[in-house]
């Protein structure tokens, strides 16, 4: 794959899993699908020690759960710094703290909202007196639930409840460098509103739209996106440099959650992204959700959260491209892909080589299983 300095394309790695993989294998799936990046839900030394030497653009994390140690200790920040440091030090190419996962979230009830700064100042105060200020930048993943209004886009407010902690986080970005990171799921806006027609919700082609502000929007994602561009807009923090922090389609739990507009999504999505949305007229950098099942995760929500990836009686595990790309109907798979035995390795004649090609071509494998090279790993 090739990528400009600026983009990136890659996973969300979390570890819920009830068969978790070896990091050093996961790390090693994740380069041969194609990412240059990948984005952690905290800060596992485990994990980090993996990825020494990977080449893959890390983002760490401090979860929820965690913040008020750092709001409210300058040790911690301290200690955090220079063990990040050491991890830099080791080649691991850390580049951006995710500070909290969805802190304004409405379910949250404001709970996290008021660390958010005060953990901001204390990395950054930290990463200062380290020196690597220069190498990490701070952030925090978003979700729409900030919009008051999301349609059309134009109209797209926020939450008066979360207006100033995500100004304040804008300013800070503004003034120390960072993107601004958002989760967006479309597929749970069409679970929540099933007015909405499937084709645009997934981006296919053909899908119909609608015309705002002299925009043309022909596909639910860039229709959120934008919605989000011009709330920050509104308040006086403009800006196109937005990463998407996780995005996905889940395969179950759901009418609209099953493979067919999963592989629909993610081709269209993987396609559209290089272009940018109506007002962001660039590649926007993204982390698929999810590069295992978190089968284990507990979600306060249905079901629908848990199958990102491709569920099997006898694997939990599968690549993003191999599964929901090449075998759009699970059946169609070949009997090796999902009953290969109970060891994580997937057999060598399914995985790709450098050039994204399938090692083995007399497998009677369809030629959409190339779309490894085509979508994943085409990026320019």
């Known amino acids: 794959m090739r990528t400009a300095m600026g983009d990136k394309i890659g996973v969300n790695y979390g570890r819920l899993s009830s068969r978790p993989m070896p990091h050093t294998q996961a790390i090693e799936k994740i380069r041969s699908l194609g990412a240059n990046a990948i984005k952690l839900f905290d800060s596992d030394r485990g994990t980090l020690d993996a990825l ?3 080449g893959l653009r890390v983002t760490v994390a401090i979860p929820n759960g965690e913040l008020a140690e750092y709001a409210n200790s300058r040790r911690a920040c301290d200690e955090y710094a220079a063990m990040l440091r050491s991890y830099l030090n080791r080649n691991v190419l850390i580049d951006t703290v995710a500070v909290g996962n969805e802190a304004t979230a409405s379910w949250h009830g404001g ?23 220069d190498r990490i930048k701070l952030t925090t993943p978003f979700d729409m639930s900030i919009l008051e209004v999301s349609y059309p886009p134009s109209a797209g407010r926020l939450r008066p409840d979360c207006e100033g902690v995500v100004k304040d986080v804008l300013y800070f970005l503004r003034n120390n460098g960072g993107s601004f990171m958002i989760n967006v799921y479309p597929p749970i806006t069409l679970h929540e509103n099933p007015s909405i027609e499937t084709p645009f919700a997934t981006g296919e082609r053909g899908a119909g739209g609608y015309d705002d502000a002299g925009r043309r929007y022909d596909n639910l994602f860039d229709a959120q996106i934008d919605a989000v561009y011009a709330a920050i807009e509104r308040v006086g923090y403009a800006t196109d440099d937005f990463v998407i922090g996780e995005v996905g389609w889940a395969t179950a739990g759901g009418h609209c959650f099953h493979r067919r507009n999963a592989e629909a999504f993610l081709r269209s999505f993987l396609e559209r992204r290089r272009r940018g949305t109506p007002r962001i007229r660039k590649p926007i950098p993204a982390f698929l959700f999810a590069f295992i099942d978190e089968d284990m995760k507990d979600t306060g929500t249905p079901a629908c959260e848990h199958p990102y990836m491709v569920k099997h009686p006898n694997v939990r595990f599968a690549l993003i ?21 109970s060891s994580w390795e997937l057999p060598p004649s399914l995985m790709p080589d450098g050039t994204g090609r399938c090692l083995a071509e007399t497998l009677p494998l369809p030629p959409e299983l190339c779309l490894v090279t085509d979508v994943l790993m085409s990026i320019a």
């Open 52 to 54: 020494v030497n990977s």
């Open 111 to 133: 709970r996290y909202s008021a660390l958010l700064m005060p953990v901001f100042l204390g990395l950054r105060a930290a990463f200062e007196a380290v020196g690597v200020a």
């Open 321 to 341: 491209a191999l599964c929901l790309i090449a075998f759009p109907r699970e059946a169609e798979a070949p009997p090796l892909l999902f009953n290969h035995p």
